[in-house]
């Protein structure tokens, strides 16, 4: 069964700073991964997404993240942080079952971005 | 062009009570999903809903129940509410039943006291 694991609770780091936000999922099929972020009262914002291709993904306010199979890994990146960017971080993959696409999210990770 | 629109944004109903809540999709989006984000955990699966059927149920007891309309509008309905069922719920469209880019809406959070 699929599964995404969030590896941290809480990421702290400086503002212009580099970040990595770490997540490893579990499938035996093919995979569909994604990235959503959340601010505080709001719902779930696509960030970026693997189907296939390039394995290096490129999405929204700066951010990217790289699919590795052997490593079963798709770490969210960004190399310099704004405040801005604070919230909430999902990483989700699709489970397909008789015919039903259902994303199943990791518990996430809270990114506070500091002054 | 609107995105996903969810209603009410929030709601406070007693325990035993019954909710409804209500989901516009993307216009010409015909897959309707529903989800329960429980405070500091990830969504989990409640519902998917394609040309009006159901396509899948996740793991929630039968007073959750759910309905797509001819506009692919949707409704959640929750009945006999426990407190357990205090959370944030999302509602998300995408053009068809395969599902590779889910819209989410802003959720409607429900409180049970």
């Known amino acids: 069964a699929q599964s995404v694991t969030q590896l941290d609770s809480q990421v702290p780091v400086f503002e212009e700073a580099p970040v990595e936000l770490r997540c490893n999922y579990s499938?035996?099929?093919?995979?569909?991964l994604f990235w959503y972020v959340q601010y505080p009262n709001q719902g779930l914002q696509l960030l970026l997404k693997?189907?296939?291709?390039?394995?290096l993904v490129k999405g929204i306010n700066g951010f990217e993240a790289e699919f590795n199979k052997s490593q079963t890994s798709f770490h969210l990146r960004k190399p310099s942080v704004h405040i801005s960017d604070t919230a909430e971080y999902f990483c989700?993959?699709?489970?397909?079952?008789?015919?039903?696409?259902?994303?199943?999210f990791g518990t996430g990770t809270r990114l506070k971005v500091l002054a | 062009d609107a995105g996903v629109t969810q209603s009410p944004t929030h709601l406070i109903k007693t325990r035993g009570q019954h909710v409804t809540l209500r989901c516009s999709p993307i216009?010409?989006?015909?897959?309707v999903s529903w989800y329960q984000q429980v405070l500091g955990q990830g969504p989990q699966f409640i519902f998917q809903?394609?040309?009006?059927?159901?396509?899948g149920r996740g793991n929630f007891p039968d007073r959750f129940s759910a309905r797509q309309f001819p506009n692919y509008s949707s409704e959640l309905n929750v009945n006999a509410l426990l407190l357990g069922d205090s959370a944030l719920y999302l509602c998300?469209?995408?053009?068809?039943?395969?599902?590779?880019?889910?819209?989410f809406g802003q959720g409607t959070r429900l409180t049970v006291v």
């Open positions: 693997y189907l296939s291709g390039s394995t």
């Open positions: 809903y394609y040309e009006k059927e159901e396509r």
């Open positions: 998300a469209s995408s053009l068809g039943h395969e599902n590779t880019e889910a819209f």
């Open positions: 499938s035996s099929v093919s995979v569909y």
């Open positions: 989700a993959v699709i489970r397909v079952t008789s015919g039903t696409y259902k994303y199943i």
């Open positions: 216009s010409g989006h015909k897959s």
